[in-house]
């Protein structure tokens, strides 16, 4: 439903999974595929949402990562740009040397 652009129902089914499987290898997937569907709908406090949930319940994942760069996206649309700026700027000092950090970093200097 996601790669279809179904988003709404790719959230339900995202959602579902992720209720029945919380302990799941994959429960911090489908958290961020959740948020993924909000920012393509527009719907960014959702999204931002449920990147925090990711980032808080699950801090070791694999996706950790693109859950803040595309948390600091979803503050820039909401013009939240300080708030944006240190969710970048966490994740550059995450981890400097990955691609999420080369992308905050160019974000980064389109706010400034």
Known sequence: ???????SLAI???RDFYEKNR????ADNALYWIG???YSLGRYEDAIREFNNLINNYPKADNI???YLKKGYALIELRRYLEAKSVLKE???KAPLSEEAKLAEQKLKTLE
């Open 91 to 93: 994740l550059i000092q």
């Open 23 to 26: 302990n799941s290898p994959m």
């Open 12 to 14: 339900a089914g995202f």
């Open 36 to 38: 993924e569907c909000y």
């Open 1 to 7: 439903d996601y790669v279809k652009g179904n988003y």
């Open 65 to 67: 990562l693109a859950a």
